[in-house]
C-alpha cells in the first residue's frame, strides 16, 4: 500500500498485532507515532526494527500514554501534530484480557477492560475527530475481535468490549461520513501473538478455523494497511474478518 506522506497514530504498538501494524504502515511510507503502557524496552525494540529497514520508508515515534485517560489521549494527538505535522489515520488498537467465568468475576475486572478497550477507543476517536473534520480527512481503523461477533466463554468483559467498539465503528462512520471521514473495523481470529501462545486445546480450536490454523498478525496488518490506504476510498463503516473463516 501506498502510505507516503501521511500520519498516523497506532495505540498499543509494542506486541503482537499493534507492532505488525507499526512495522507495515511505516514500510509503507507513513510516518507512525505508536502508544505503549509500561515497557520502554519493548518501544526501543520496535524503533530498533525500524532503524534496519533502511530508506524509502517512514519514521517512528513512540510515546508513552494510557489511553483510559482522555487528558493523555489529548496529549497523544499533540505528540503527532508536534512531530508530523498533522494526523491522518488513527489505528485504535490497546486492548488487554482479564478473562474469567462470569460468576468469579469482580467488578474492577470488568471495569478495567472495558475502560481499555472500549472508552479507550472513545478517547482516541474523540481527541482526533474535530481535526479531522476542519481538514476533511481522515481515516480510523478500529481492532475489534471475533469475540465481539460471535461471543467468547469466560470472556464476558472482553466480548463485550469488542462488540462495543462494532457500534462505535458505524455510529461514527455515519455521522463522520460527510466529511470524508471513513471509519471502519477489524475483527481478528485466532493470531499468533503473545496473548494466545498460552491457550489450551490449541488443537481443538485449529480443527474449528476453515483455514486449520491461526492467522499471522502481519496478514491483520496488511488489512489494516489497505484499510487506510486510497484503495479502500469506498469503503467505510464495515467489519471485516480476519479469522481464517472462523466466525462465517
Known sequence: MDLKGKVAIITGGTRGIGRAIVLELIRDGANVLFTYL?????AATVLGLVTEFGEGVGQARAFKADVRDYNEAKRVVGEAINNF????????????????????MEPSEWQEVLDTNLTGY?????????????????????????????????????????????????????????????????????????????LKR??????LIPSGRFGDAKEVAKTVAFLASDDAGYITGQVIKVDGGLAI
Open 122 to 198: 472513545f478517547n482516541m476517536a474523540k481527541s482526533c475527530i474535530v481535526m479531522m473534520m476542519k481538514k476533511k480527512s481522515g481515516n480510523i481503523v478500529n481492532i475489534s475481535s471475533v469475540a465481539g461477533i460471535t461471543g467468547s466463554a469466560r470472556q464476558v468483559n472482553y466480548s463485550s468490549a469488542k462488540a462495543g467498539i462494532l457500534g462505535l465503528t458505524k455510529s461514527l462512520a455515519k455521522e463522520v461520513g460527510p466529511y470524508n471521514i471513513r471509519v471502519n473495523a477489524i475483527a481478528p481470529g485466532y493470531i499468533e501473538t503473545d496473548m494466545t501462545k498460552d
Open 85 to 104: 505535522g498533522t494526523v491522518d489515520i488513527l489505528v485504535n488498537n490497546a486492548g488487554i484480557t482479564r478473562d474469567k467465568a462470569l460468576m468469579m
Open 38 to 42: 509500561s515497557s520502554d524496552e519493548s
Open 202 to 207: 490449541r488443537d481443538e480450536l485449529e480443527k
